[in-house]
């Protein structure tokens, strides 16, 4: 089984930034071909923020497109997410993907997930 460790994560200031990772283990790589990002909210659905493929192309939701970048390094087998001018309204569980789906932007669409890391924003 695939396994996906979150690290960073934690209390930030509105305008700050953050930085997180994720590392694969216990995986082919035909299975983790494309990592990403999502966040969820108290009482809100899981979000879409940011996916990467094994070649390095990127996909970046609308919400966090200019503050946010996700870049992997695929010899440690990690995905990261730079965050910077973090806002308050960013404040949620992030989980780190993993998978080969058919829509990047649908939770469904990927076989592996990390536990979640919280982030924080104060204002």
């Known amino acids: 089984q695939v396994q996906l460790v979150e690290s960073g994560g934690g209390l930030a200031q509105a305008g700050g930034s953050q930085r997180l990772s994720c590392s694969a283990s216990?995986?082919?790589?035909?299975?983790?071909?494309?990592m990403g990002w999502f966040r969820q909210a108290p009482e809100k659905g899981r979000e879409f923020v940011a996916a990467i493929y094994w070649s390095g192309f990127t996909y970046v939701a609308d919400s966090v497109k200019g503050r946010f970048t996700i870049s992997r390094d695929n010899a440690k087998n990690t995905v990261y997410l730079q965050m910077n001018s973090l806002k308050p309204e960013d404040t949620a569980v992030y989980y780190c993907?993993?998978?080969?789906?058919?829509?990047?932007?649908?939770?469904?669409?990927?076989?592996?997930w990390g536990q979640g890391t919280q982030v924080t924003v104060s204002s």
């Open positions: 993907a993993a998978g080969s789906p058919t829509t990047v932007t649908r939770p469904g669409s990927y076989a592996y």
């Open positions: 216990g995986h082919s790589t035909d299975t983790t071909d494309t």
